[in-house]
């Protein structure tokens, strides 16, 4: 049987919901990483993991304004790819 209207919209706001609570579960994780790193010197002291991460993603970003970067997940070692 179809979906009827409101089913349609539930659905629709039920799934933009779960999106929203999982940027915000992703965005808490990655709070609690920085907020772990120590304060030397007033600069955050990157472990190394994390300063392996950010090389990779800066090798991959272009410059552009929008600050977008497109990559491959077979880039990233085996050791960063389940330590989220």
Known sequence: ????????????????AKKQAED?????RAQSIIDGQPIKNGLR?????AEQFLKIVLDLYD????NY????????PENLKDSY
Do not use: C, V
């Open 1 to 16: 049987m179809p979906k009827s209207t409101y089913e349609k919209t539930l659905d629709k706001q039920m799934k933009e």
């Open 24 to 28: 915000a579960a992703r965005r808490n």
């Open 45 to 49: 002291i990157l472990d190394g993991n």
């Open 63 to 66: 410059g552009s304004e929008n």
């Open 69 to 76: 970067i497109q990559g491959d997940i077979h880039n990233i």
